[in-house]
């Protein structure tokens, strides 16, 4: 025998039979004890209550500020586009190589472009997004290609 074909053996347990008189242990009140909520059946408590003391995400002070007016941009970085054959992008190609994502169906956030990933980036591109990091613009700018904002 191989320690690897080693199996658990198999236990027949049977199932608790709660409220089948005293000889079983668990009869009369079927392990529940004596009155109270607990006892009663439905009487399940939340894991996170208290007893009515203040709950513990009630007694924490609230921190920090999410600003609503922020913009969500759909990010794209340089180094991606590297491996492309084209040298013009636009907001409708960079979806159609699935390289921006539609955050939802009604949603159409604004594309920047990153300067991520640039390792062995030479390329002379015309690129047209609703934004554009400053390193990703210079960097575009020095091999000749044009940034242009929409």
Same mark, same amino acid.
């Given at each position: 025998?191989y ?10 347990k049977?199932?608790k039979?709660?409220?089948?008189g005293?000889?079983t /242990?668990? &009869?009369?009140?079927s392990? !529940?004890?004596?009155k &109270? ?5 439905g /009487? ?7 007893? /009515? ?7 924490l002070? !609230?921190?920090?500020?999410t600003?609503i007016?922020?913009k ?7 180094g ?9 992008? =636009?907001?409708? !190609?960079?979806e ?12 159409k ?6 300067? !991520?990933d640039? =390792?062995?980036? =030479? ?20 091999? /000749? ?6």
């Open positions: 025998m320690l690897h074909k080693i199996e658990r053996p198999k236990i027949n049977n199932k039979r709660l409220g089948k005293h000889g /242990g668990q &009869g009369k009140t392990g !529940k004890g004596h &109270g909520q607990k006892s009663r059946s /009487g399940n408590i939340p894991a996170w209550f208290e007893g /009515g003391q203040m709950p513990l995400q009630r007694r002070p !609230k921190r920090g500020f600003n007016f922020k969500k941009f759909r990010i794209v970085n340089l991606k586009l590297v491996n492309f054959e084209e040298t013009e992008f =636009d907001i409708v !190609k960079l159609k190589l699935s390289l921006v994502r539609k955050l939802r169906a009604n949603e956030a604004p594309v920047k472009i990153l300067a !991520k640039i =390792d062995g980036f =030479d390329k002379k591109l015309t690129i047209k997004a609703n934004a554009f990091s400053k390193t990703a613009k210079e960097i575009i700018e020095k091999f /000749g290609g044009k940034a242009e904002v929409i």
